[in-house]
């Protein structure tokens, strides 16, 4: 009777968990919500993880399958999930894309070709990016059975795996990402050169905290959403020395104002990324002159924060971006 009754409760705590994932997959109040649901299902199905990922967003991807295939497998017939169709990871659960490519399942290819385009246009995989959502998805689609460490959907073999750039107005280069016609990422990254060994940065470059000023004027208006958060969150700990951040700081307000607005309805009472930045430099325990690896840092929580993972046109990662471009320019 209670093994029965266990697996009734599996069932339950497993269809609320995925249709909270196809809800918001990256949404981190999602996560947090997950989380606590995902404790429980380890309980009782048995699941034993050897290594958490580093992201939410990554962990859902690897728990998903698992858990649907251990219940598929211990669970009587007419127990088992609905829908057995759902079980791989496709790119419209983890990527803003449509058409063919969002029905098809995440392909260890298309991810070994993603990383080798990030590789050549940016001389290195960006963390957080579209190839390492890629990776963790494909690799939790091969351990499941869905599919093989060669396959690989048609639309990347014969429409191709790119990442372009271009540079606009203020110096910066918009990366662009796609599989075939389907942008998967944008963002903005700095457009410096590599300074020489022992190469200091002067005392009258731009810094974290005035990048964050800056961001104020250039999209104040904008109601603070997670992947501001998870920006401004990164930007504090990038200024500190220690690379610590103190409860109270512009991180943990600008992640507290992301929830409230989460929960608030007129546009008129949300906090706006004005409200949490304008007086960054002031409100910063330490502060530095931001640098490449700096703005490259910040610029990975803002876009794995965002479905599209595009970055905010003026937004924090856009700010650190000009930022490190003018300081190495000078």
Same mark, same amino acid.
Do not use: W
């Given at each position: 009777m209670?093994? %029965?009754?266990?697996?009734? $409760?599996d069932v339950k705590l497993v269809t609320l968990y995925l249709t909270v994932i196809q809800l918001s997959i990256f949404h981190s109040n999602t996560c947090k919500l997950t989380n606590k649901l995902l404790s429980q299902i380890l309980k009782h199905s048995g699941l034993v993880l050897k290594q958490q990922p580093p992201y939410p967003a990554l962990r859902i991807l690897i728990i998903k399958p698992l858990v649907k295939k251990r219940l598929? !497998?211990?669970? @009587?017939? %007419? $127990?088992? @999930?609905?829908?057995?169709h759902d079980l791989p990871i496709n790119y419209g659960d983890v990527f803003d894309v449509s058409g063919e490519l969002a029905s098809q399942p995440v392909a260890q290819r298309d991810a070994a070709a993603m990383q080798a385009a990030e590789n050549? &246009? $940016?001389? %290195? +995989?960006?963390? *957080?990016g579209p190839a390492a959502v890629m990776q963790s998805a494909a690799e939790a689609n091969e351990r499941a059975g869905f599919t093989s460490h060669s396959t690989a959907t048609h639309i990347a073999r014969d !429409? *191709? =795996?790119?990442?372009? #750039?271009?540079? =606009?107005?203020? *110096?910066?280069?918009?990366?662009t990402e796609a599989i075939g016609d389907q942008v998967l990422a944008q963002y &903005? +990254? @700095?457009?410096? @050169? +590599?300074?020489a060994s022992g190469a200091a940065l002067g005392r009258d470059q731009s810094t974290i905290g005035e990048a964050? #000023?800056? +961001? &104020? $004027?250039?999209? *104040?208006?904008?109601?603070v959403d997670q992947s501001d958060a998870a920006a401004i969150y990164a930007a504090e700990a990038r200024a500190s020395a220690t690379n610590e951040i103190k409860p109270g700081g512009i991180g943990s307000r600008a992640q507290s104002a992301a929830t409230q607005?989460?929960?608030t309805t007129f546009f008129s009472d949300k906090i706006t990324i004005s409200d949490v930045s304008g007086d960054a430099t002031t409100k910063l325990s330490d502060d530095k002159p931001v640098t490449r690896e700096d703005a490259e840092g910040i610029i990975s929580p803002e876009i794995r924060n965002k479905p599209d993972m595009r970055t905010t046109p003026g937004g924090v990662a856009s700010s650190m971006a000009a930022a490190a471009r003018l300081n190495q320019s000078k």
């Amino acid at each position: 009777m209670t093994s %029965k009754i266990s697996r009734q $409760l599996d069932v339950k705590l497993v269809t609320l968990y995925l249709t909270v994932i196809q809800l918001s997959i990256f949404h981190s109040n999602t996560c947090k919500l997950t989380n606590k649901l995902l404790s429980q299902i380890l309980k009782h199905s048995g699941l034993v993880l050897k290594q958490q990922p580093p992201y939410p967003a990554l962990r859902i991807l690897i728990i998903k399958p698992l858990v649907k295939k251990r219940l598929s !497998q211990e669970q @009587p017939q %007419k $127990l088992r @999930p609905q829908h057995d169709h759902d079980l791989p990871i496709n790119y419209g659960d983890v990527f803003d894309v449509s058409g063919e490519l969002a029905s098809q399942p995440v392909a260890q290819r298309d991810a070994a070709a993603m990383q080798a385009a990030e590789n050549m &246009a $940016l001389g %290195k +995989t960006q963390r *957080g990016g579209p190839a390492a959502v890629m990776q963790s998805a494909a690799e939790a689609n091969e351990r499941a059975g869905f599919t093989s460490h060669s396959t690989a959907t048609h639309i990347a073999r014969d !429409q *191709g =795996v790119t990442v372009s #750039e271009s540079t =606009v107005a203020d *110096g910066n280069r918009i990366i662009t990402e796609a599989i075939g016609d389907q942008v998967l990422a944008q963002y &903005a +990254t @700095p457009e410096v @050169p +590599t300074r020489a060994s022992g190469a200091a940065l002067g005392r009258d470059q731009s810094t974290i905290g005035e990048a964050l #000023e800056a +961001t &104020a $004027l250039s999209a *104040g208006d904008k109601a603070v959403d997670q992947s501001d958060a998870a920006a401004i969150y990164a930007a504090e700990a990038r200024a500190s020395a220690t690379n610590e951040i103190k409860p109270g700081g512009i991180g943990s307000r600008a992640q507290s104002a992301a929830t409230q607005n989460e929960r608030t309805t007129f546009f008129s009472d949300k906090i706006t990324i004005s409200d949490v930045s304008g007086d960054a430099t002031t409100k910063l325990s330490d502060d530095k002159p931001v640098t490449r690896e700096d703005a490259e840092g910040i610029i990975s929580p803002e876009i794995r924060n965002k479905p599209d993972m595009r970055t905010t046109p003026g937004g924090v990662a856009s700010s650190m971006a000009a930022a490190a471009r003018l300081n190495q320019s000078k």
